[in-house]
């Protein structure tokens, strides 16, 4: 594959010809103004695969050649864990769109102890999976972070510190920075995070959160919306 081609998401991505739909063919044919025999990568990242695929006839509609199904090449290359607190309204829906585009390998969603909603429909939790599953397509990545509704937060602690790898609670009252935390990650380092709700987490949320294997660390000398703190320390961590 060369790494240049176009990279193209489709749905139920298997092998031979296709019609493309009408808003994917617009961006392969008018956006990027693909020919007959031009070539480029399509992708799903539902089953982690991509293909080489070559334009056989361009219409109002796009026909396609899809080619042997590969495993996805544009995978995150560390794991990392996004535990964040039930936060009210669309809050949570930002936090899965922008930690799948960072590269969060795994969410979840527990409910803190100033969490002001306490529960998660089904329908919510199939609207996260949407939302990544889009957010992947948008981004280029080949597959989508795994996510989980837990219970407490104390309840999800336990067993959640990587191994060799590096565990932050975020508390602007930390001492140490973010930037200081990230430093000890190895190159190919696991990383989790622990983010709070709209009020912050409790001391003896602090206290537990210490108790099993995370550092305090803060995001410079401003307090952050609750739905900013993912993404700023996923960026952090992808400038690296």
């Avoid at 795994?106 to 306490?118: C, D, H, L, M, T």
């Amino acid at each position: 594959m060369t790494s240049s081609l176009l990279r193209v998401p489709i749905a139920f991505l298997q092998s031979g010809e296709c019609t493309l739909s009408a808003d994917t063919s617009k961006y392969v044919l008018r956006v990027h103004r693909l020919v007959v025999g031009d070539r480029f990568v399509v992708f799903d990242p539902e089953q982690v695969k991509e293909a080489e695929a070559q334009v056989v006839r361009a219409d109002r509609l796009a026909d396609i050649r899809v080619g042997p199904l590969r495993v996805a090449s544009q995978l995150p290359k560390r794991n990392v864990t996004v535990i964040q607190a039930l936060a009210k309204g669309s809050k949570v829906d930002a936090i899965v769109r922008d930690a799948t585009e960072l590269g969060a390998t795994r969410i979840f969603v527990v409910v803190a102890e100033r969490s002001v909603k306490r529960e998660v429909s089904d329908a919510q939790k199939n609207r996260w999976r949407r939302i990544a599953i889009e957010a992947a397509r948008q981004c280029g990545r080949g597959d989508v972070p795994r996510i989980a509704v837990g219970g407490s937060l104390t309840e999800v602690l336990p067993g959640m510190v990587p191994e060799g790898g590096v565990a932050l609670c975020l508390h602007p009252r930390a001492e140490m920075s973010v930037s200081e935390g990230l430093a000890q990650l190895s190159p190919d380092g696991s990383m989790a995070m622990l983010i709070g709700p709209e009020g912050g987490l409790v001391d003896r949320e602090l206290d537990a959160a210490v108790a099993n294997g995370f550092v305090m660390a803060k995001l410079g000398g401003f307090v952050l919306r609750a739905e900013t703190v993912c993404a700023a320390v996923l960026g952090a961590l992808a400038a690296r």
